[in-house]
């Protein structure tokens, strides 16, 4: 059966609609980066640049690096922008456009996130680079989707236990990377965490300016948290949504943090745009590898 126009919605173009683009435009490997600025900054490393198109926040750059094809996109911030860019973009390699049906063929993307983030661990340091091995969804974006298959409720039960976690919120979800894409970024210089995945950057990580929070010693309970070997090691606000739907869809993601803020020791890096594109070379060819 065919998807209807009002949930597969189209440009007159034929292009996805908040992304613009059409399945010719896609690489089956996937950059994500939060800034849309940041595209460019990958891309300049790029030997080609095939494609290029802006709509709104969502700017998505196609090229080639090292005989690799790469698409890079910038999702904006937050797990609700991770919703709208990881079905479209699995529209486009999993979906007949034309036809509205899915494919009989699955295609599966491998998607890398580039992102920046804020450890609450006292000896993860400034400027170093963290692989989110799982993710702490305390946003509700999966809960929206049949995803109880994917989570890890005994981990998650204790999350709730220790954070004294109020009904009020969303209930925690945690999801893990795609383990055989992740070796590829394993190297002495990757710090492997557990990542929290916040719904806001102020009172939801903790921060406050006017306004009190309604916990608050919630950073510290969750630089607490144990389970077996496991710690939450970093916040930010986007990895629990990209590991959840890549895997409901099929795909394989990861996600590379460059850590700029240690929220234990109050610490900023210096030298924050350097970090970054330390971790984009480091990124893209490791890519160029696979």
């Known amino acids: 059966m065919s998807i209807p126009a009002s949930e597969l919605i189209l440009n007159p173009d034929g292009s996805i609609y908040h992304l613009h683009l059409r399945p010719e435009h896609l690489a089956t490997t996937v950059i994500t980066v939060g800034d849309p600025d940041r595209v460019d900054t990958v891309t300049g490393y790029f ?9 709104r926040e969502f700017k998505t750059t196609t090229g080639i690096y090292k005989n690799k094809s790469i698409t890079v996109i910038s999702t904006g ?76 409720p005994e981990i998650q039960k204790a999350f709730v236990k220790h954070m004294d976690w109020s009904p009020q919120k969303s209930e ?32 939801p990580q903790g921060r406050v300016l006017r306004l009190p929070t309604s916990d608050a010693m919630m950073n510290m309970k969750l ?26 869809l099929g795909h394989r993601a990861v996600s590379l943090n460059a850590i700029l803020a240690n929220r234990v020791t109050g610490d900023f890096s210096t030298q924050p745009s350097k970090t970054v594109d330390k971790l984009i070379q480091y990124t893209l060819d490791r890519i160029a590898t696979m």
């Open 47 to 55: 030997d080609t640049i095939t494609h290029t198109v802006q709509r």
């Open 77 to 152: 911030i937050g797990t609700d922008n991770i919703d709208i860019v990881f079905n479209e973009l699995d529209a486009l390699a999993n979906i007949d456009l034309e036809t509205r049906m899915i494919k009989e063929t699955h295609t599966s993307l491998d998607i890398i996130r580039i992102g920046t983030s804020g450890a609450i661990q006292e000896e993860i340091p400034v400027d170093s680079f963290l692989l989110s091995d799982m993710a702490i969804g305390l946003d509700a974006l999966l809960h929206f989707y049949n995803s109880t298959h994917i989570q890890y």
């Open 172 to 203: 925690p979800y945690i999801v893990s990377c795609n383990k055989e894409l992740a070796s590829v970024f394993n190297g002495e210089n990757i710090v492997k965490g557990v990542t929290a995945t916040n719904i806001g950057f102020y009172g």
């Open 223 to 248: 630089g607490e948290f144990r389970f077996r070997e496991s710690k939450i090691t970093n916040l930010e606000m986007e990895t629990a949504g990209i590991y959840g739907l890549a895997k409901l």
